[in-house]
């Protein structure tokens, strides 16, 4: 039930501005990719990586009924016909797979609306997985940048010529450079937090649906 982690997309700088003061962004094609997504999470639109992704493990899923105890045919072509006409929401992606698996393998009751928790929990699981691993990106960068900066304040430092003045603003740096360092750590533990959550989270359902009986 875990995705191999695959930094393609990014959810990171939304608004609370890691990384964006005086900090230049990666310019790799990687990155490249990474910001557009971004951009379109923020209109909650679904990129298509993630249509791909979200679509790759629900139809796995639900085209298994050995795992998820329902009878009947797995979602088949008609699904991926009617993904690629949605309106790009990835609520209304999930809402019509699980619609479609209810009609393919009859009514499950509230058997079926737990197979549509767990398409939900899945989404929801990619984008935390994929913040976290931006975020991780994003602290990277800004470590190094600020770990070329001590070793600047440290050359300045070691000079025979230094005053009292000159230690006074190399103190007074330094203890910005390492507040900031520790609120990026405490940033990243949160965001990996709020990953292991939603891990716990998909791991429930899935082990849910698996204890169904088979028909």
Known sequence: AKATPTPIRTRMGRGDGDGAKGYPPLSS???????????????????????????????????????????????????????????GSAEGDIAYL??????????????????????????????????????????IQENAELLTEEGRLLSCIQGEDVVDYDIDAYAQRLDTILTRKAELISKLQLQLKRFRRKLAEEEAVSKRIREVPQY
């Open 29 to 87: 094609p990687t990155a490249r990719q990474l910001s557009a997504a971004a951009d379109a999470a923020r209109r909650g639109e679904i990129t298509p990586e993630e249509k791909d992704k979200i679509k790759a493990r629900i139809l796995a899923k639900a085209g298994s009924h050995d795992d998820l105890g329902y009878k009947g045919e797995p979602a088949g072509p008609a699904v991926e016909d009617e993904l690629a006409h949605t309106s």
């Open 98 to 139: 699980g619609q479609t698996i209810r009609q393919q393998n009859g009514d499950a009751g509230d058997d079926g609306a737990d197979v549509v928790d767990l398409h939900r929990t899945v989404a929801g699981l990619f984008e935390e997985e994929e913040a976290l691993l931006n975020m991780h990106m994003s602290v």
